[in-house]
């Protein structure tokens, strides 16, 4: 876990600052959740269960949502079952979607709201806390599969042989995405340049994390991420 000092903390300002987003509550929003986002990635690389069996472990509770009767029985039980990691993540995407979206407090717990929760409510707020997005495939009828902690099945499932080298760094990007997101209101702009804005953020997180370079994870999460009509003017 990297420690929260005046340099990191001063580098993640100047982020925002080449972005034209530098406010005193921006920064520390952006601060306080790129260092909650390091503490978790890195306890996700070094504790068990791996991210592969997280993602199973949300994924399985995703597909019980989608089912025509969902047992809400059952998808209670297997949130109250899901390892630590798991269920710090969710904390943290709560603490993020659930003010905006759902008009609950911003460091709220959600797992007691998932106990008291009435099944509309159940079915209408967990899809949107286990998934950060998806992409739709298939015609015949199409299907949307999600994207969880970072990975999107059949997109970055990698080899045969195993994850890609670099999967932990694309999902550390993922996560800087969504802090970006909850900081500024904004999603960053496309690029694999690290000299200013969200670029720069990656950058410095990589620096301070991971040897690889950062160009690379964010070419490969902008390859996996659909453009926008503004993305082309």
Request: charged letters at 30%.
């Amino acid at each position: 876990m990297i420690p929260v000092d005046s340099a990191k903390d001063e580098a993640i300002r100047d982020a925002l600052r080449s972005a034209n987003l530098l406010k005193s509550r921006t920064a520390e929003k952006l601060c306080g959740a790129v260092f909650d986002t390091v503490a978790l990635w890195e306890a996700e690389k070094s504790d068990a269960p791996p991210v592969r069996e997280q993602h199973n472990h949300l994924k399985g509770i995703w597909n019980l949502l989608q089912e025509s009767d969902p047992p809400i029985r059952q998808i209670r039980g297997r949130f109250k079952s899901l390892p630590y990691a798991s269920r710090y993540h969710l904390r943290r995407s709560a603490a993020r979607l659930w003010p905006r979206s759902f008009n609950l407090e911003s460091d709220c717990d959600p797992f007691p709201y998932i106990e008291r929760m009435g099944k509309k409510q159940l079915l209408r707020r967990l899809p949107r806390l286990l998934a950060e997005g998806g992409y739709i495939k298939g015609n015949t009828p199409a299907e949307f599969e999600p994207t969880i902690l970072g990975v999107t099945r059949g997109l970055d499932d990698g080899s045969s042989g195993g994850r890609p080298p670099g999967d932990d760094e694309l999902r550390l990007v993922t996560y800087l995405v969504f802090d970006w997101l909850y900081a500024t209101g904004e999603l960053p702009k496309r690029g694999r340049k690290t000299e200013k804005g969200f670029g720069e953020l990656v950058r410095h997180v990589f620096n301070w994390t991971t040897s690889l370079k950062p160009e690379q994870a964010l070419r490969r999460y902008w390859e996996q991420v659909p453009k926008l009509p503004e993305d082309a003017n």
